[in-house]
């Protein structure tokens, strides 16, 4: 139950913070890499190579680490082992890279401070399954972009951290989640808007691409699917993803809407065939982007 000290304190963020202020603050607090800054100007000139951005990525050991275990990971299930930072460039995209780069560093400032606010595991658990279920339905529906729907399911709950960072204090209230009450009632209850909200306006800031920010931005529906279908697949993609990240609480039957797969032709019984293969390889790729299950391993 919402204390009343917990109400007061949402009362007060709700009339002195927006969803763009608190994008704005939130990207003073998280520094983007040097590393990052340099391979976005790069690929967005046209004029770098993959060699040069290769060679930009090695200049951040750790990054390129990253990269090299993201491209042999079951995101992109590569048929032969990726050896080379060059090779890894080409399997994930130049134009990702800038993104992973972003995700990376996030990654990296959350630890175990962190998690007496959230359930960092959870955070990342949702955060992949909605990348790879948003993958393996975009195949199913014949997009082409593979990697941009990836790069919004990793992205799409960057609110939360958001928040984490400038009020962690209402982390508790906007996690009083239940059958009855999925996340965004419950932000919207506690925030006066959702963390898709502040998800959009981050990225934004952070310059990725008006496709990516706009289907972060509308993952949520109101009993309609989106106008796109990058979005109606994150949209799909982000429900099942509160299935099997609270399978105590959520089932397919209950809890999504038929209407968001209906419109992208699948069947409920291709939604459950998935199923087992993106947990699997969820769990297989949680270690790369969680730093906790990095450190235990």
Same mark, same amino acid.
């Given at each position: ?186 932000? /919207?209850?506690?925030?006066? +808007?959702? *963390?898709?909200?502040?998800?959009? !306006?981050?990225? #934004?800031?952070?310059? &990725?691409? =008006? ?42 039957? /209950?809890?999504?809407?038929? +209407?968001? *797969?209906?419109?992208?032709?699948? !069947?409920?019984? #291709?939604?459950?065939? &998935?199923? =087992? ?21």
């Amino acid at each position: 139950m919402t204390t009343k000290l917990s109400i007061v304190k949402s009362g007060l963020n709700r009339a002195n913070m927006n969803a763009i202020e608190y994008s704005q603050k939130a990207a003073e607090l998280f520094a983007i890499p040097e590393t990052a800054t340099l391979i976005k100007k790069m690929s967005d000139s046209g004029k770098a190579s993959v060699q040069d951005i290769a060679n930009t990525v090695m200049l951040d050991p750790g990054l390129a680490a990253q990269i090299l275990k993201l491209a042999n990971s079951s995101i992109y299930r590569f048929s032969r082992k990726i050896e080379s930072i060059d090779r890894a460039i080409q399997v994930i995209g130049v134009k990702s890279v800038y993104d992973y780069a972003l995700i990376f560093s996030i990654s990296n400032i959350l630890g175990r401070e962190q998690s007496k606010y959230i359930n960092v595991d959870n955070y990342w658990k949702q955060s992949l399954i909605t990348a790879i279920m948003g993958k393996y339905i975009a195949k199913l529906c014949g997009e082409r972009d593979i990697h941009r729907v990836i790069t919004s399911g990793l992205l799409h709950n960057t609110g939360e951290l958001a928040v984490l960072r400038v009020n962690p204090h209402l982390i508790k209230d906007c996690n009083l989640i239940g059958p009855t009450q999925k996340p965004r009632f419950a932000q /919207q209850q506690t925030l006066g +808007f959702t *963390y898709a909200e502040i998800s959009a !306006s981050l990225l #934004q800031r952070w310059l &990725l691409p =008006d496709s990516i920010v706009s289907t972060v931005a509308m993952q949520h529906h109101d009993d309609v699917p989106s106008v796109t279908m990058e979005s109606q697949i994150i949209q799909l993609a982000y429900e099942l993803s509160l299935v099997m990240a609270y399978p105590h609480l959520y089932n397919i039957e /209950q809890h999504v809407p038929s +209407f968001l *797969y209906e419109c992208l032709d699948i !069947s409920a019984e #291709q939604l459950v065939a &998935l199923y =087992d293969t993106v947990k699997d390889e969820c769990n297989d790729t949680l270690k790369i982007f969680n730093k906790n299950v990095s450190e235990a391993a």
